[in-house]
């Protein structure tokens, strides 16, 4: 079955960084779109970044120039690496992949900025 298991998630000062990381098994990884949403308290779950299969990547508004999505095809991995990270990045992060009608989520891990 597919399994997606996130790690690196934390409590970390303002201005410090991340990075999250996603281990996808049982599935086809690099034909798959990669996402990362998150959720905080009382908040809807908004994307915060997506790349496509070959590599396109978009960000959130509110993250871009702070983080960064990437993958590693040969590990079935990916990733998010978060800097410069702000209080209001607080929440719960989910990985998420997807192609046309399948779309897989991880159990979440929770990020707290604060000092």
């Known amino acids: 079955q597919v399994q997606l298991v996130e790690s690196g998630g934390g409590l970390v000062q303002p201005g410090g960084s991340l990075r999250l990381s996603c281990a996808i098994s049982?599935?086809?990884?690099?034909?798959?779109?990669v996402d990362w949403y998150r959720q905080a308290p009382g908040k809807q779950r908004e994307m915060v970044a997506t790349?496509?299969?070959?590599?396109?990547?978009n960000y959130a508004d509110s993250v871009k120039g702070r983080f960064t999505i990437f993958r590693d095809n040969d590990k079935a991995t990916m990733f998010l690496q978060m800097n410069s990270l702000k209080p209001e990045d607080t929440a719960v992060y989910y990985c998420?992949?997807?192609?046309?009608?399948?779309?897989?989520w991880g159990q979440g891990t929770q990020v707290t900025v604060s000092s």
């Open positions: 998420n992949v997807a192609r046309g009608s399948f779309a897989y």
């Open positions: 049982g599935l086809k990884f690099e034909i798959y779109a």
């Open positions: 790349m496509g299969s070959g590599g396109t990547s």
